[in-house]
């Protein structure tokens, strides 16, 4: 262990397993997954399932290998999907489906609450014309830099890909924790897709992993997808020990790091070198402004302070289970003595 423990808001990706979690890692029952003998990620796939209401998952090293296996499924080469301009599938993930797929992405801006606009969306779904992309694919994200989209938007968005014969696939790595703020089952969130990813490595708190949920068929296909990009694991059961426990035990507390968002962005709010709107603030992100201040030495300084930023001209503070009340309080006055 670190002699010291830094107060970690860079992201909740950095999260370490529960002693839960451990204790069940140690005594997972394993076997070779690509047999498909590893009890303990066949029960994790099951469970995923389940919970989300498709007919199958698939238990995979990452997110961004998730969404991957998504495009590559849905698309063929020559295939296009729509998808936000900021969003992590398009901009974060290598250009992925792009390297390996041979599918174009078509990026749109997202709108302020992080949907895409529909009417742009059908606007442009390319027509059936040799010259153009046959558009496959409508790609979400769910939450959107902390934005929870509203379940009518999502309903809406789900008809329209139906009628335009587009399949639908939502990035959910934090899909849960929009489905605690709008306090509903994820099920409400997951019926509208075809397929969904789910990070259990973020605020969930488990160590590695991903599910992709969706049907029996594009989840064979995506199965098919995950050996030949070299992720078909082996005795991975004792990764995915930790995933059940995420999935089964880890939910409902993120309503906590939703509450330490809330404390975090009203204690900056009242820093005048902070430009942030406390409303705005609806699941584990904090975004913020920097007005007239040099985002590194403030990351420095912090630092030696034991808290970890990233610095950049909007910071980002994301809670996490690693994140106690106290721990927010402790950065608040921290901040206002680098003001003082
Ligand atoms: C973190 C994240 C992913 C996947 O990330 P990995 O680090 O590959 O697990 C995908 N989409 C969004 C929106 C994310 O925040």
């Known amino acids: 262990m670190p002699i010291k423990e830094f107060i970690d808001l ?31 990620i066949n029960h994790l796939e099951a469970l995923a399932a389940k919970r989300l209401g498709t007919e199958a998952s698939l238990f995979v090293c990452s997110g961004t290998q998730s969404n991957l296996l998504a495009l590559l499924s849905h698309c063929e080469r020559g295939d296009e999907y729509i998808v936000g301009q900021e969003a992590h599938t398009y901009k974060y993930e290598g250009g992925g489906g792009a390297v390996l797929g041979s599918i174009q992405p078509q990026p749109l801006d997202f709108e302020p609450d ?32 902390g934005k929870v989209l509203p379940l009518n938007y999502l309903a809406t968005a789900s008809a329209l890909a139906k009628q335009k014969g587009l399949s639908i696939h939502l990035d959910g790595a934090r899909a849960f924790n929009a489905a605690v703020k709008l306090k509903v089952p994820i099920t409400e969130i997951s019926q509208h897709f075809d397929s969904i990813s789910i990070c259990l490595s973020k605020g969930l708190g488990a160590p590695v992993g991903s599910v992709l949920c969706g049907t029996s068929a594009l989840i064979q296909k995506a199965r098919r997808w995950r050996k030949v990009l070299g992720g078909g694991m082996r005795q991975a059961g004792i990764l995915a020990a930790a995933g059940i426990i995420a999935l089964e035990n880890q939910v409902e507390r993120l309503a906590e790091d939703h509450h330490n968002a809330k404390l975090l962005g009203q204690g900056l709010a009242g820093i005048e070198e902070f430009l942030i709107d406390p409303q705005s603030i609806q699941t584990n992100m904090v975004f913020t402004q920097l007005v007239n201040i040099e985002p590194v030495p403030l990351a420095e300084y912090l630092r030696e302070n034991g808290i970890l930023i990233t610095p950049s001209p909007t910071l980002r503070f994301v809670t996490h289970q690693d994140i106690t009340t106290d721990d927010v309080q402790m950065v608040i006055e921290v901040i206002e003595q680098y003001f003082a």
């Open 10 to 40: 860079r992201s909740d990706t950095v999260t370490r397993p529960t002693a839960a979690m451990r204790a069940a890692m140690s005594t997972a029952i394993v076997g070779d997954d690509v047999y498909g003998d590893d009890p303990t």
């Open 114 to 145: 992080g949907s895409l606009n529909l009417e742009k969306v059908e606007q442009t779904i390319k027509q059936d014309d040799v010259h153009f992309a046959r558009t496959r694919l409508l790609c979400l994200e769910n939450t959107q830099a």
